[in-house]
């Protein structure tokens, strides 16, 4: 564990940052100590409030809730991708009657809050709150994987698209053929963490009253009592931040597999005197 | 068309509380991930597992849940704000934090190893050799994805909307309850003002990576 920013710890800095290390510890022991204490002053912890999730129809409720932020996500998932890859073949264009009007809407598309999105669908369609919540979603999203897999195309060697080009395909076919599926390897780890954005933001359906699970949750504490308000809540936290962390986990594993690999399938030759990446 | 000339009064309101959230809870977030950041790299073993967890958990939050913990379960739990204001910027800032100090931790990482080295081999401690030398550097190079966070704020501040705030999505939401028949105009509207702060902002971002890009 020895770093660039400071030396090697002797003994007199091991103990120095031993004492840190405890001291920290204490610290952020007491405030979760106060916190514990104030909600236990509440009556959070007595048992009867969380023996509501001992009844099958809470649980019921909850895996409907769970299902909605899913279904929503993967939905919009699946349209946005290829929305994405179409925007960013027309953003990247020979032709300037396509790419600069493309341009615009990605720009616009880029600076506006999802929420406003998915509120507009709502209520100038007068959409169901699902359809509001997936075109919120694949609008602003498709988007940003437009703007990912450009990049990606941008980071390839300049001998891809000349090579194409060389051996008599047009210039769209270059696009599709050797530069996109390069492109789309390269960026996998930023496309799967755009999932993970993607799957937070179904939360926002709370917001135009789409039944994902924080509404689920809240719908059921308003019926059950607001004395429950804080045990469901915080099931329905716990469990969106185990599925973004299983996502999240599932891209940084993605891309140490992908760095094993240079982007041609190739196996990655370690040059002599370079430290390993981490 | 009418109705935005009509509402403009509300919509100027709202646009300020949307900067005001927007610069405050940024100010917040920029110290806070900084500090972050630099526990992350520090040779307090406790330092750096908070920062670790702390930046994993509230990164994997949704925006959504922080809000709802800060406007509605806090006060249930006795702790109540004079003004959703203070909510909104607890959320915000704390949720933005995570992502600063990603970005400063990745600008950290790009200093060259020697300018550490050369710190060290003066006798600098590591609290010198990461404001002095470190942090100085790091954050110069991280400026544009600093900005593209800050864009992200702006537009999550719109989530304040749905708690109570009344910023620019708020007045968007009364504003359409008020003029069922011109709803798409309104919301319009919002976008408008909304690309106002986001849009030179994006520009900003482009321009001085560009900058930074040729002073490499």
């Given at each position: 564990m020895s770093s660039v920013l400071y030396d090697v710890p002797g003994p007199k800095a091991r103990r120095v940052s031993l004492i840190g290390s405890v001291i920290g510890i204490i610290l952020i022991a007491a405030v979760v100590a106060v916190a514990v204490m104030t909600l236990a002053q509440q009556?959070?912890?007595?048992?009867q409030r969380w023996?509501?999730?001992?009844?099958a129809d809470v649980w019921n409720l909850i895996a409907n809730g769970i299902g909605a932020t899913l279904s929503a996500a993967a939905v919009a998932a699946v349209i946005a991708f290829p929305l994405g890859l179409l925007l960013c073949l027309m953003r990247i264009s020979d032709i300037a009657w396509i790419r600069v009007p493309t341009r615009i809407v990605l720009e616009f598309l880029r600076g506006m809050p999802v929420v406003l999105m998915m509120l507009f669908v709502l209520l100038v369609?007068?959409?169901?709150s699902f359809i509001a919540v997936v075109a919120g979603l694949v609008l602003y999203n498709s988007a940003i994987f437009a703007e990912i897999i450009r990049a990606g195309i941008q980071s390839l060697p300049k001998g891809q698209r000349e090579a194409g080009l060389a051996i008599g395909l047009t210039s769209f076919q270059s696009r599709l053929t050797i530069e996109l599926p390069q492109a789309i390897r390269r960026m996998l780890p930023s496309l799967v963490a755009q999932l993970v954005v993607l799957l937070k933001d179904t939360s926002l359906g709370y917001i135009v009253a789409y039944g994902e699970l924080l509404r689920a949750v809240q719908v059921m504490a308003d019926f059950l009592g607001p004395q429950y308000l804080f045990p469901v809540f915080f099931v329905a936290a716990a469990i969106y931040i185990a599925i973004n962390l299983a996502v999240s986990r599932l891209a940084i594993w993605i891309e140490k597999r992908g760095s094993k690999k240079a982007a041609g399938g190739t196996a990655h030759v370690p040059v002599a005197g370079t430290a390993p990446a981490k | 068309m009418d109705v935005i000339i009509e509402s403009l009064p509300q919509y100027w309101d709202g646009f300020l509380r949307t900067l005001f959230l927007a610069v405050v809870s940024g100010i917040i977030a920029l110290v806070f991930g900084t500090l972050l950041a630099a526990a992350r790299v520090s040779p307090i073993a406790a330092l750096r597992g908070f920062s670790m967890a702390y930046v994993e958990v509230v990164r994997n939050t949704p925006l959504t849940i922080a809000f709802f913990f800060a406007a509605v379960v806090l006060p249930r739990l006795g702790?109540?704000?004079?003004?959703f204001e203070i909510a909104a910027i607890i959320a915000l800032s704390a949720y933005t934090a995570a992502f600063i100090a990603e970005a400063v931790r990745s600008g950290v990482n790009s200093v060259p190893v020697g300018q550490a080295e050369a710190a060290r081999s003066i006798g600098m401690k590591f609290g010198q050799v990461l404001s002095l030398i470190i942090l100085p550097q790091a954050l110069r190079t991280v400026i544009p994805p600093l900005i593209n966070i800050l864009i992200a704020l702006v537009k999550n501040s719109s989530v304040a909307g749905a708690f109570y705030v009344l910023e620019l999505f708020g007045y968007g939401k009364q504003l359409a309850n008020d003029h069922g028949d011109a709803v798409m105009w309104v919301l319009v509207g919002v976008a408008f003002f909304y690309l106002l702060i986001t849009v030179p902002l994006g520009y900003l971002a482009n321009v001085v990576e560009r900058k930074v890009a040729i002073a490499r």
């Open positions: 009556g959070i912890f007595e048992s023996a509501i999730f001992s009844q369609f007068a959409t169901s | 702790v109540t704000f004079e003004q």
